[in-house]
């Protein structure tokens, strides 16, 4: 999108001006300084942009608003630091209370020199935050740094969309720029990527959800779905949508959707293949509802494919949020409306070209679940039989409590066979109050809930078994591996001589004395015979009950380690 004019070698500036021109800025106001220089020299080598340079930012930013009022386009203003920024404060604040889209780019000194008694610098940072819609800043590091580049080219585009979006307004974008100043490259830039927003209304319009539906149609789909309520009519939605032939679906057990046959064990797919056959079988587009993930593959897998693929997140979002690197709509409204419309209209033009993909990934989960499966078999004593153990036997209308550490991992590779409902606190995934969620969530259903924790995660949370009139449907099930066993399985810590002692820390936990205490019956299990035993019990109506299952800590972080290194035999 560079024109042919030199342009500032500041990559995050031409980024910055890349988006603004992609998503509609033609006006740009100018106020002369030497820390904007690279801002401002990114202005001028845009031919597309009318640029206006006036050097009193007070009545420059009034006049951007008179221009965004009459032109109904957001207009960007441009100014250096100190005092200048603090001279568009008024024609902000109109803007605001008006509903006028300003995009407010005000240069900085990088973060060491504020407050250090260097010139004409003070508190730039949200220095509007009460007047604008949202504040950002853009490091004055990194410059040449992919991630860096892939985060301000999405917080630009956040801020675009912000501006312009349900009420209008302001938006402010601090940027810090280190010397030299006034450098400039011929060097071309790649095309950045815009991310458009769709809304309730721009899809109430049919056309749109056609021509989006051709483009489902003619796509390679992955539909990924993160943690969710349970919800029937998501459910019907996404069960049709993932019968459509060039969709394979990735839903995570969290998602709280049940689609048999067409659900891929993620885990286990995308361990059972060497990266460059799943990089082959990569989607270009990707389909996502839900929260956040739990599977780091999915993630990594994603990512590292982002280049050929782009993702249309359905749902509302309190922000441009792009897991995958590799967004392009964001699509606030109701997701199974939205999957359902896009269904009706891709099933009327089916593409025979893509017609493969869900059948190739299809094959691809057989193999990878029954080679996991066998290995499962085969495994002795560990957490990742007595979890296959315990699953299989939970009666299919309980719902299930996981915490974080790996139950809600291992739930997730062993959960062909779905309860009715699946929650775990993975909002921000901490284990700090799991049990005392679990109870909340027992108060609130008639049938049974069981949380399946770890034992720190339970030693943490102990204030939950004190909790008034917990509901005698409700089960505990710790399982016990002498502290945080995730640590013995992550790549970053499972190698530390520090990890047993300050990353398990194995918690004290006298749980037959709180049982007892607490008027809880108390079961323990510490092989396979033994849980089978007290799983014959456990689910069955009447008292409370807590289950500890004893395995040992570092065996099963190999036997989880080398279930994620079987491969799928080559034929
Ligand atoms: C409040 C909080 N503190 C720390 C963490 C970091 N953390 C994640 S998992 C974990 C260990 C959990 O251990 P445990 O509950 O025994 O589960 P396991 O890993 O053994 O399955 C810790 C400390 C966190 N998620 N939340
Ligand atoms: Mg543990």
Known sequence: MSGMLQDTDKTFCRILFDVMLGKGVRDVVCSPGSRNAPLLIAAASREELHKHVVVDERSAAFMALGMACVSRRPVALVCTSGT???????????AFYQSVPLIVLTADRPEQWIDQDDSQTLRQFEAFSNYVKKSYEIPSWGDEDRELQWYVNRIMNDAMIEATSRRQGPVHVNVRLGEPLGRKTRNPLPSQRIIDMLTSDTIANREVVKELAAEVAGSKVMFVAGFMPP????????????RLHNVVAMTETLSNLHLGRYACDIDAVLTAFPDEELDRMAPDLVVSVGGSLVSRKLKEYLRRNSGRCRHWSLGWHHTTS???????????ADPA????????????????????FGPLWEKAKEQASSAKRRYVESISWSELKAFSMILSKMPTTCNLF??????????QLLGQRLPHASYCNRGVSGIDGCSSTAVGCAKGFKGMTVLVTGDMSMAYDLNSLALPDIPSEMRIIVMDNRGGGIFRFIRSTSQLEEREEYFCAPPVLPLRQLAAGYGWEYLEAGDEKELKASLATF??????????VVCDGESSAEILKRYMEVRVDKE
């Open 231 to 242: 919800d029937s009519r998501m459910q019907r939605a996404a069960a049709e949508f993932c």
């Open 337 to 356: 409306r939205m999957l359902h419309s896009l269904y009706v209209e891709a099933m009327k033009k089916p593409d025979s070209s893509v017609a493969g």
């Open 322 to 332: 792009d897991c995958f690197q590799s967004l392009t709509k964001r699509v606030e």
């Open 539 to 548: 689910f069955s109506p009447g008292n409370r009950k807590i289950l500890r």
């Open 402 to 411: 996981l915490s974080n550490g790996t139950s809600v991992r291992y739930a």
């Open 84 to 94: 200048a920024l603090l001279n568009y404060a008024p024609a902000v604040a109109e």
